[in-house]
């Protein structure tokens, strides 16, 4: 089945989505288990458990994220910034992660 295929390629690796709010970004980061539940690790160091990856997505949309990986420029600034300005947070562990959730851009010129 091509579907749990997918679901198997994908497990485990980061899907990251963000929201924006004037010059803010502020990242969720989802990752299919294994199990093919979902879970998002959002800006306040929480993780949220779904059953699928679908309601997991469902929820990040309903909040207003996009999944950065389907960015396109025109999107980006549509948003208010330039693609090239915004890479999705990286660290050592979800503690350190946290800090880095949230982030204000520079002012544009």
């Known amino acids: 089945m091509v579907e749990d295929d997918?679901?198997?390629?994908?497990?485990g690796r980061p899907h990251w989505w963000?929201?924006?709010l004037g010059r803010t970004i502020v990242?969720?980061?989802?990752?299919?288990?294994d199990a093919g539940?979902?879970?998002?690790?959002?800006?306040?160091?929480?993780?949220?458990?779904?059953?699928?990856?679908d309601s997991a997505r469902a929820a990040l949309m309903?909040?207003?994220f996009i999944e950065y990986e389907g960015l396109?420029?025109?999107?980006?600034?549509?948003?208010?910034f330039d693609l090239d300005e915004v890479v999705p947070p990286r660290?050592?562990?979800?503690d350190a992660l946290?800090?880095?959730?949230?982030?204000?851009?520079?002012?544009?010129?």
Do not use: C, I, K
Not at 91 to 94: E, L, R, T
């Open 72 to 80: 396109d420029r025109e999107d980006a600034m549509d948003r208010g």
């Open 6 to 11: 997918d679901m198997l390629e994908e497990a």
């Open 62 to 64: 309903d909040a207003e």
């Open 98 to 109: 946290r800090m880095q959730m949230v982030r204000q851009l520079s002012p544009r010129h």
């Open 91 to 94: 660290a050592d562990s979800d």
């Open 27 to 33: 990242w969720a980061r989802m990752r299919v288990r």
């Open 18 to 20: 963000l929201a924006t």
């Open 37 to 53: 539940t979902a879970e998002v690790f959002d800006s306040d160091g929480n993780t949220l458990v779904y059953d699928s990856p």
